[in-house]
């Protein structure tokens, strides 16, 4: 292994160098290796122009007890200056700098800090380190290299380069002298160039070029929306996505980020899309891309065990699935840390039926996920204790067990336009609302309520939060983003369409349990009865608003004029509304079902005799429900009794009498029912000056929407950030 020293040349004392002399930024580029690094590192320098106009840090693995001599050699072989890095340095142009032995480096603020290296799962991670802080540091002006080398160091890092809007690159294994660096950063996914050094350092020249360039600018793609609009619709038109819902700040930057590796200004840019298709994929990919880990932020999973994982298996039969959907959920390792997670928390139990539900977008992340494979370089925070339990050692990595995997299923899906699942214990969804509109959040989260079970749990990232829909969820763990399903109505507002994605299980077998469980011919026989049997109704809660409707109510109930409103009352018949109120408030009082019957109403231009049942439902919570059922008989059909004297034919004025007593009668009940229906309403004002006595108390609660608001800010850091490295571009621009 190749160590080094500090140049022989007379160097400036860079501890008294500060940041703020820099007046704009300029892109770094980050280089890895390990075994064969010395070689990789020369050829890469002796076709390196001396006036990129970029900074160039270099981390090699040293020994820690000798000196290191790759300065020196390595200043040999350019003429830009080649320093050993001191704590405190300034990054500048057309520099080299190396890390000095047994140490950690890290970008901040334009300054390169020294700190004692630590090991990460048994490994000095060293490269990771320095990329991560690039990608923070220096967003879409950040560059990765990783060279020959023996680990996975810098494979993660450079995703998140990649993630950041930055270029990566990897050098190509047949000219690596070790190839196990390049090849895992390669197997990840995160990078864009695969080269030999010498040409790694060709490309590096024509980014600076095309980045000197007038065209192709950040400022172009923010203010050019014909051609933008173009790229979406070709999107849409080749993946079904429409990404126009999403964040453009962010879609904006991976849009630049494709020019930048084209080297195409965005009018030749959509060119080339409508031209090349595999371009069309490569940009949806970097739409998609999501930086993710095993059991990122454990004090998440702590919390899950502690205040979630009880809660849902709580009074659950072992004939009930315990039912969770991770949206986004790239490649699986967040799927399979709460698999993992879950399984620890049942220890000594009898296990359950666990379905564990997992969607994203990105096919090709799918294809990751469902086959549970993962390179050494993934499991840096898996516990050797979690690895022996839960993991097969396989060729190049580690796959995840069979019984993990056949608790998982994997889907192509878009959240944002198909129908979602359904009866959930837990909706993972972490650090995907950052990336969506607000008006597409606003959409979201009500499905998220939806989908939920009335006793179920929503996780979201740490900068994300339910925002204006604290009347749907309620905090259960402020810190770690866990909420709990509030009892109230659904508030959807998705017109989804039907998707041709088809679901697809880890499990090798072409028909799991779970598939079988689901084909139980009674079920099925029971739910198509049911359907053409069972009476019509309504759910509704002690508020009287319609949370579920069941079968046919058009008979009975219908939308007013107006603005959409679900109260029962409201949407009910005028015949009705008086009978049903009056029903509906002696089920609360009593606890008990209560009927009423013989209600003459007209539908459909046919006089019918209505009867209709309140039965109050038993649930866990507190909040009353009610189901409402609905039944009608036409009163042509009502049993005529038996007449001893010889039927004969009517008259014609015969049968208008008997049309005008049947009038008479109906006008008689719709006045009496109109009088009660007047009393009620003096009730509801009386009713309603004790609401405004109350008022203070609703006054004093408003410390939870200040609350509420905080959680709010806390979202509006990743859109600040956003904007702060637009200005950033543009200032450079101007």
Known sequence: MNINQQSLQPQPDHSSDVVENEPELFPIVGIGAS?????????????????????????????????????????????????????????????????PPNKKMILAQGVLKLTAREKTQGKYMSVDSLFYSLASERGDKAVGVVLSGEDGDGSLGLEAIKEAGGITFA??????????????????????????????????????????????????VQSDEDNLNQIFTLLRTATGIDFTNYKHPTLKRRIQRRLVINKLSLEDYVIHLQENPTEVQALSQDFSIHVTSFFRDPEVFEALKNQVFPRITENKSQEEPIRIWVPGCSTGEEV????????????????????????????????????GHYIHSLLETVSPLRLERFFIQVEGGYQISKSVRQMCVFAKQNLSADPPFSKLD????????????????????????????PTGFLLLGTSESTGDFSDLFAVVNKKQKIYERKLAPSQLNFHFFNSNYSLKTVSENKITEYASADLDLQSLADQIVWKKYAPPGVVINSDMEILQFRGE??????????????????????????????????????????????????????????????????????????????????????????????????????????????????????????????????????????????????????????????????????????????????????
Request: aromatic content about 6%; glycine content about 4%; overall charge negative.
């Open 426 to 453: 837990l909706i993972s969804c972490r650090n995907v609302l950052i990336y969506l509109s607000p008006s597409l959040q606003q959409k979201v989260i009500p499905l998220f309520h939806y989908s939920l079970k």
């Open 336 to 371: 399979y840390s709460i698999a993992i997670c879950l399984l620890e928390f049942l220890d000594g139990q009898t296990l359950p039926k666990i379905q564990i539900l997992a969607t994203d977008i990105s096919e090709s992340a799918i294809d990751k996920a469902r086959s």
């Open 35 to 99: 075994a064969g690094g010395l070689e990789a590192f020369t050829q890469l320098l002796e076709h390196l122009p001396n006036d990129t106009g970029m900074g160039f840090v270099l981390v090699q693995h040293l020994d820690p007890n000798h000196k290191s001599l790759l300065t020196e050699i390595l200043s040999r072989k350019t003429q830009m200056p080649v320093l050993e890095v001191t704590n405190g340095m300034v990054v500048k142009p057309n520099h080299v700098y190396i890390i």
């Open 171 to 220: 050098q190509s294994e047949k000219s690596a002298k070790a190839n196990s660096m390049p090849h895992n950063a390669a197997a990840i996914g995160g990078v864009d160039f695969i080269l030999p050094p010498s040409e790694i350092a060709l490309e590096l020249a024509k980014l600076r070029f095309f980045a000197d360039a007038s065209y192709g600018t950040v400022a172009q």
């Open 553 to 734: 109510t058009s008979p009975y109930l219908g939308l007013a004029p107006g603005k959409p409103n679900f109260n029962l009352l409201k949407m009910a018949q005028n015949s009705l509304r008086l009978e049903l109120r009056k029903a509906i408030k002696q089920a609360k009082q009593q606890n008990t079902s209560v009927k009423k019957s013989g209600i003459q109403v007209t539908s459909l231009e046919q006089l019918r005799s209505i009867s209709f049942e309140v039965i109050p439902i038993l649930t866990p919570s507190l909040e009353q429900y009610f189901l409402v059922l609905f039944e009608s008989v036409p009163l042509s059909a009502t049993p005529i009794v038996e007449r001893t004297d010889v039927l004969r034919p009517q008259t014609a004025i015969e049968k208008e009498l008997n049309q005008l007593k049947q009038e008479l009668a109906t006008n008689k009940q719709e006045l009496a029912g109109t009088r009660d229906y007047l009393q009620s309403v003096i009730q509801e004002q009386e009713l309603a000056n004790q609401d405004m006595m109350t008022a203070n108390e609703e006054i004093l609660s408003s410390n939870e929407e200040y609350q509420s608001t905080n959680e709010e800010l806390e979202t509006a850091k990743e859109e600040i950030q956003s904007t702060n490295e637009e200005l950033n571009t543009t200032n450079e621009e101007l």
